[in-house]
């Protein structure tokens, strides 16, 4: 699905962009739209998902095409810890770069100033608030935080906020709340105590699962920290291995499906190509010399990571990062089936260290790194912060702990 088929503003499709999302990930294909009519949703998924922009984007696009009070503080997303109301803000200043929307984190710990920045941003009003629940209770308990115009909330990691006994304190800042109000409650997990909180703030809510895929644990993963011109030679390397007979490398995009093959092709490795501007005929030709061993290389994009049975394929590489942890997992997942064993390499450029980032919290534990040999030169450091950044051109961007005025 694309962003552009829900109808989504277009400086939200801008920010979008500017994140480099392509595509919705799975819990945004099923999120977003009962979100976008407005209904309350229960649903599980784990972070590294892309959940954040699942409710980010519709939350953005309704107060952006709705009324609502200019004053006041219109969403309050409710988050376990401070690293995660800083991570969702930093996503929220990216997906709204192109608005004029407002936002604040409001989390413990930091300074007085901090705190004296937070009072005036929720005594004046601001579009969205962060917030960890101790620190927003502080403020509550002030009496100045204007909420009468509240029409969104959102719990994030509520197992978690449950977990951590933020129970109670959750009810408390409810209680301050306006009573008409749409609410978004997303947890990893279901467990009873779960239900229950669910049962006392949701109204009527469409309920979404996300099957978490775990890759099998008998696949030998490892990731290589490269340059972007490392990696054509560095995979000719990989594919000159006798340790590997039946390999296939995706790539995100048939162009580069097309011009790897090329390139395998004249360092004389026998590998054949499959991706959807193929005629159907060609591509089951391709599988079947794959299958027979007449091949030993298959570059294809994702249409072949899900679904296609191909057995004793002992190496799979990734010669991009996929999209998102689901895709990643179904790459890999074409090696090792059957309870054999297999590797799965994955090739990261700079600009790709965000997204496997994304996959390591998916997956919840980072992927082996692999070592480089010197011969093909020196490579960056695994500092997947830096990623996204570059993405705004040198644009400076606010702070996340300050607020963004209108
Ligand atoms: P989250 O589950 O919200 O923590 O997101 C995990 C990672 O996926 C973050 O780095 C997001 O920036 C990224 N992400 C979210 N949505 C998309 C998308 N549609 N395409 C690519 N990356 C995404």
Same mark, same amino acid.
């Given at each position: 699905?694309?962003?552009?088929?829900?109808?989504?503003?277009?400086?939200?499709?801008?920010?979008?962009?500017?994140?480099?999302?392509?595509?919705?990930?799975?819990?945004?294909?099923?999120?977003?739209?009962?979100? !976008?009519?407005?209904?309350?949703?229960?649903?599980?998924?784990?972070?590294?998902?892309?959940?954040?922009?699942?409710?980010?984007?519709?939350?953005?696009?309704?107060?952006?095409?709705?009324?609502?009070?200019?004053?006041?503080?219109?969403?309050?997303?409710?988050?376990?810890?401070?690293?995660?109301?800083?991570?969702?803000?930093?996503?929220?200043?990216?997906?709204?770069?192109?608005?004029?929307?407002?936002?604040?984190?409001?989390?413990?710990?930091?300074?007085?100033?901090?705190?004296?920045?937070?009072?005036?941003?929720?005594?004046?009003?601001?579009?969205?608030?962060?917030?960890?629940?101790?620190?927003? +209770?502080?403020?509550?308990?002030?009496?100045?935080?204007?909420?009468?115009?509240?029409?969104?909330?959102?719990?994030?990691?509520?197992?978690?906020? !449950?977990?951590?006994?933020?129970?109670?304190?959750?009810?408390?800042?409810?209680?301050?709340?306006?009573?008409?109000?749409?609410?978004?409650?997303?947890?990893?997990?279901?467990?009873?105590?779960?239900?229950?909180?669910?049962?006392?703030?949701?109204?009527?809510?469409?309920?979404?699962?996300?099957?978490?895929?775990?890759?099998?644990?008998?696949?030998?993963?490892?990731?290589?920290?490269?340059?972007?011109?490392?990696?054509?030679?560095?995979?000719?390397?990989?594919?000159?291995?006798?340790?590997?007979?039946?390999?296939?490398?995706?790539?995100?995009?048939?162009?580069?499906?097309?011009?790897?093959?090329?390139?395998?092709?004249?360092?004389?490795?026998?590998?054949?190509?499959?991706?959807?501007?193929?005629?159907?005929?060609?591509?089951?030709?391709?599988?079947?010399?794959?299958?027979?061993?007449?091949?030993?290389?298959?570059?294809?994009?994702?249409?072949?990571?899900?679904?296609?049975?191909?057995?004793? +394929?002992?190496?799979?590489?990734?010669?991009?990062?996929?999209?998102?942890?689901?895709?990643?997992?179904?790459?890999?997942?074409?090696?090792?089936?059957?309870?054999?064993?297999?590797?799965?390499?994955?090739?990261?450029?700079?600009?790709?260290?965000?997204?496997?980032?994304?996959?390591?919290?998916? !997956?919840?534990?980072?992927?082996?790194?692999?070592?480089?040999?010197?011969?093909?030169?020196?490579?960056?450091?695994?500092?997947?912060?830096?990623?996204?950044?570059?993405?705004?051109?040198?644009?400076?961007?606010?702070?996340?702990?300050?607020?963004?005025?209108?």
């Amino acid at each position: 699905m694309k962003f552009t088929d829900l109808g989504l503003d277009q400086r939200i499709l801008d920010g979008i962009d500017s994140m480099g999302y392509e595509t919705a990930t799975p819990v945004q294909q099923q999120v977003m739209l009962p979100i !976008l009519q407005g209904k309350d949703i229960i649903a599980s998924a784990q972070t590294g998902t892309g959940k954040t922009a699942a409710f980010l984007l519709p939350l953005l696009h309704r107060l952006l095409t709705t009324q609502h009070a200019q004053n006041d503080i219109n969403a309050m997303v409710i988050v376990p810890t401070r690293e995660l109301a800083i991570q969702i803000s930093e996503s929220l200043e990216g997906l709204s770069y192109f608005t004029d929307v407002s936002s604040i984190a409001v989390y413990g710990g930091g300074s007085g100033d901090s705190f004296i920045t937070e009072k005036k941003a929720l005594t004046s009003g601001v579009d969205i608030v962060v917030c960890t629940p101790g620190r927003m +209770i502080a403020h509550l308990n002030m009496g100045y935080v204007k909420l009468k115009g509240l029409r969104y909330l959102v719990l994030d990691e509520a197992d978690r906020m !449950l977990d951590m006994g933020f129970n109670d304190d959750i009810m408390k800042i409810i209680s301050f709340l306006p009573k008409e109000r749409q609410n978004l409650l997303f947890s990893a997990t279901m467990p009873a105590k779960m239900r229950d909180l669910a049962r006392k703030i949701l109204q009527d809510p469409v309920e979404i699962n996300i099957a978490i895929s775990k890759p099998p644990e008998q696949i030998i993963q490892k990731a290589f920290i490269v340059y972007e011109p490392q990696k054509i030679p560095i995979i000719k390397d990989m594919l000159a291995s006798p340790q590997y007979q039946n390999i296939i490398v995706f790539c995100s995009s048939k162009q580069q499906v097309k011009q790897l093959t090329a390139e395998l092709k004249r360092a004389r490795i026998q590998a054949g190509e499959i991706h959807s501007d193929l005629e159907q005929t060609v591509r089951e030709q391709v599988l079947q010399d794959f299958r027979n061993r007449k091949l030993r290389v298959l570059v294809a994009t994702d249409i072949l990571s899900r679904g296609i049975d191909i057995e004793d +394929i002992d190496l799979v590489i990734n010669f991009d990062v996929p999209h998102d942890g689901e895709d990643y997992v179904h790459r890999i997942g074409r090696t090792a089936r059957a309870a054999s064993t297999g590797t799965a390499f994955t090739l990261v450029s700079e600009q790709e260290q965000y997204k496997l980032a994304g996959i390591e919290r998916l !997956l919840g534990q980072p992927v082996p790194k692999g070592t480089v040999p010197e011969s093909f030169g020196p490579v960056p450091n695994y500092n997947p912060g830096d990623g996204k950044k570059k993405k705004y051109g040198g644009k400076s961007r606010p702070r996340n702990n300050q607020p963004r005025h209108k």
